[in-house]
Antibody, heavy 120, light 109 residues
């Protein structure tokens, strides 16, 4: 069965950096797009970033452009999110999700999430 | 970016009730509209994709309809396990701008 396991969350000061990882299993990782979606405490879902199946195309929500970088290592079945210049408003649970790269771009499998807290 | 607005933001209902949640897009998203269910402390789960296609394993009491800018998620007979928050998501203005609705919290009356 499809499994996505995030890690790397924690507490960081404003301006700091953190790298999240998402290890995938149960499917052919290299044939799917992968997303990061976040959820601030008590708030709704916000799409953060998408990487193409081969890492060739990358997209970001405006609020993280220039600060976050998505990448993947298909040999390790692992997705990453490098987060720099972190702000208090980046505090959220970060989910990785498997995504289709055509049509409705649905996200059909999700990890359990990892909490990032940006606080001084 | 395409904005997605759900109504109501919250809803109280009883087991056995029929419930409808609406999602409106700021411009046409054709049929590229998906619905997710999220229970407290858990990851979202895909329920319906492309407006009306049921994801594998999702009970048939869930259904979706609509086109263009207005869409609905209907639960025909609420079960205790259906009390959760529901989100719509458009996949039209992608991959540059994937957006979710703000969510509809379905609570037990």
């Amino acid at each position: 069965q499809v499994q996505l396991v995030e890690s790397g969350g924690g507490v960081v000061q404003p301006g700091g950096s953190l790298r999240l990882s998402c290890v995938a299993s149960g499917f052919t990782f290299s044939t799917y797009g992968m997303h990061w979606v976040r959820q601030a405490p008590g708030k709704g879902l916000e799409w953060v970033s998408l990487v193409w199946y081969d890492g060739g195309n990358k997209y970001y929500v405006d609020s993280v452009k220039g600060r976050f970088a998505i990448s993947r290592d298909n040999s390790r079945n692992t997705l990453y999110l490098q987060m720099n210049s972190l702000r208090v408003e980046d505090t959220a649970v970060y989910y990785c999700a498997r995504g289709l790269l055509y049509g409705d771009y649905r996200m059909d499998s999700w990890g359990q999430g990892t909490l990032v807290t940006v606080s001084s | 970016d395409i904005q997605m607005a759900q109504s109501p933001s919250s809803l109280s209902a009883s087991v056995g009730d029929r419930v409808t949640i609406t999602c409106r897009a700021s411009q046409s998203v054709r049929n590229y509209l998906n619905w997710y269910q999220q229970k407290p402390g858990k990851a979202p789960k895909l329920l319906i994709y492309s407006v009306s296609s049921l994801e594998s394993g999702v009970p048939s009491r869930f259904s979706g309809s609509g086109s263009g800018t207005e869409f609905t998620l209907t639960i025909s007979s609420l079960q205790p396990e259906d009390f959760a928050t529901y989100y719509c998501q458009q996949g039209y203005n992608t991959p540059r701008g994937i957006t979710f609705g703000q969510g509809t919290r379905l609570e037990i009356k």
